[in-house]
Nanobody, 115 residues
Framework: QVRLVESGGGSVQPGGSLKLSCTAS???????MGWYRQAPGKQRELVAS???????WYIDSVKGRFTISRDIAKKTWNLQMTSLKPEDTAVYYC??????????WGQGTQVTVSS
């Protein structure tokens, strides 16, 4: 069983930046790592992902503003969020997918963008 622990998040004004980090209890078994978010009354959506080949994917609404990266040695992947907008407000969850389709979730962290 892989455990994911998130850090970061918080409140920021529009245009500000935040960094989310997710640390896994083990990383060598993971094929994909990413971040989802869920805003009140909306479905959870995939925001960004990175795979073991360092290929990245972003939802259109965050392209050019968010950057996902990973540090294998630290068993961590990060989501650097810049130019934040009120519509980015949500609970953000880190996610990982294993080689045998197993999935793992972090506990979620609140990101609030408001003036």
């Amino acid at each position: 069983q892989v455990r994911l622990v998130e850090s970061g998040g918080g409140s920021v004004q529009p245009g500000g930046s935040l960094k989310l980090s997710c640390t896994a209890s083990m990383i060598f078994t993971l094929d994909t790592m990413g971040w989802y978010r869920q805003a009140p009354g909306k479905q959870r959506e995939l925001v960004a992902s990175i795979n073991k080949d360092d290929d990245t994917w972003y939802i259109d609404s965050v392209k050019g503003r968010f950057t996902i990266s990973r540090d294998i040695a630290k068993k961590t992947w990060n989501l650097q969020m810049t130019s934040l907008k009120p519509e980015d407000t949500a609970v953000y969850y880190c996610h990982a997918g294993g080689a045998y389709s197993e999935t793992y979730w972090g506990q979620g962290t609140q990101v609030t963008v408001s003036s």
